[in-house]
């Protein structure tokens, strides 16, 4: 598993830890990305039996409450306009604490963290087709993995052979 791969799901875990821990609501607030609440809610989900007929559906726990910040609002889905804050996954009916499109925030790092992501698997796409020297490569490479080496634990660079 990669380490930036292992690190995502040990922060997941941690945040489900978390959840199990507080006796009342947790709150969790993305910046864009739907995979962290994907994970949350694969990890800790619940299922709502309502007495009707047919599958029951999973629902996020009670008090857990997650949002999504979308920083672009010129994107667009099916149903036109992407609204500002969106609920990625069904909560729970009884949860009490919703909070107000005003206090959902993303800051700059989270901001900057998702603007790095979407560029570089740009830049993986791009890189073997443009590659026209093995050194080239490297020097781009190199440069590209210094943000990901700031992260990582290893912080060592990977050379081409």
Same mark, same amino acid.
């Given at each position: 598993m990669r380490c930036s791969q292992k690190l995502f799901l040990e922060a997941?875990?941690?945040v489900a830890e978390l959840f199990e821990r507080s006796a009342e609501s947790l709150q969790?607030?993305?910046d864009g990305e739907k995979r962290y609440s994907?994970?949350?809610f694969n990890i800790c989900h619940e299922v709502l039996r309502t007495g009707k007929r047919g599958r029951p559906t999973k629902?996020?726990?009670?008090?857990?409450?997650?949002?999504?910040?979308?920083?672009?609002?010129?994107?667009?889905?099916?149903?036109?306009?992407?609204k500002k804050v969106e609920t990625p996954k069904p909560e729970h009916p009884e949860t009490t604490e919703k909070p107000e499109e005003k206090? $959902? +925030?993303a800051n700059h790092v989270e901001a900057f963290n998702s603007a790095i992501r979407r560029y570089l698997a740009a830049f993986r796409r791009r890189t073997n087709t443009y590659a026209k020297s093995v050194v080239g490569l490297q020097r781009v490479l190199d440069i590209f993995?210094?943000?990901h080496s700031a992260g990582?634990?290893?912080?060592?660079? $990977? +050379?081409?052979?």
């Open positions: 997941m875990m941690t969790l607030f993305t994907q994970l949350l629902v996020l726990p009670k008090g857990l409450v997650v949002r999504l910040k979308n920083k672009s609002s010129k994107r667009r889905d099916s149903e036109g306009k992407l206090d $959902v +925030h993995w210094i943000p990582c634990r290893r912080g060592a660079l $990977v +050379h081409a052979s």
